[in-house]
Nanobody, 128 residues
Framework: QVALVESGGGSVQAGGSLRLSCAAS????????MGWFRQSPGKAREGVAG???????KTADSVKGRFTISKDNAKNTLYLQMNSLRPEDSAMYYC??????????????????????WGQGTQVTVSS
């Protein structure tokens, strides 16, 4: 089993920055596809950014140029650096891990249907 614990959320003003962290424990693998997702009330969960075993990343158009995903395999930790935050970025942010490498899935792998393990989420609120 895999346990994912997010931290780093909070309240910031528009234009500010936050860095989310996700500590993984249990049966983790640096080869597994990992990602960040977010969900706002009344909206579907959406993929924000993902990273494969080689460190290649995929980022949603809505956050491209502002958010950066990275990982530290030695620490089993995933990060999401969020800059130039906007009120529309407000959501619960979730860390997720798939059982397989990203290359195992179709090209649209940044979708929650491919991810098996989820953290409890961390709230991000951006005020204008």
């Amino acid at each position: 089993q895999v346990a994912l614990v997010e931290s780093g959320g909070g309240s910031v003003q528009a234009g500010g920055s936050l860095r989310l962290s996700c500590a993984a424990s249990g049966y983790t693998s640096s080869n597994s596809c990992m990602g960040w997702f977010r969900q706002s009330p009344g909206k579907a969960r959406e993929g924000v950014a993902g990273i494969d075993k080689a460190g290649n990343t995929k980022t949603a158009d809505s956050v491209k140029g502002r958010f950066t995903i990275s990982k530290d395999n030695a620490k089993n930790t995933l990060y999401l650096q969020m800059n130039s935050l906007r009120p529309e970025d407000s959501a619960m942010y979730y860390c997720a891990q798939a059982r397989r490498p990203c290359s195992f899935y179709p090209s649209n792998w940044l979708s929650d249907i491919y991810f098996n393990y989820w953290g409890q989420g961390t709230q991000v609120t951006v005020s204008s």
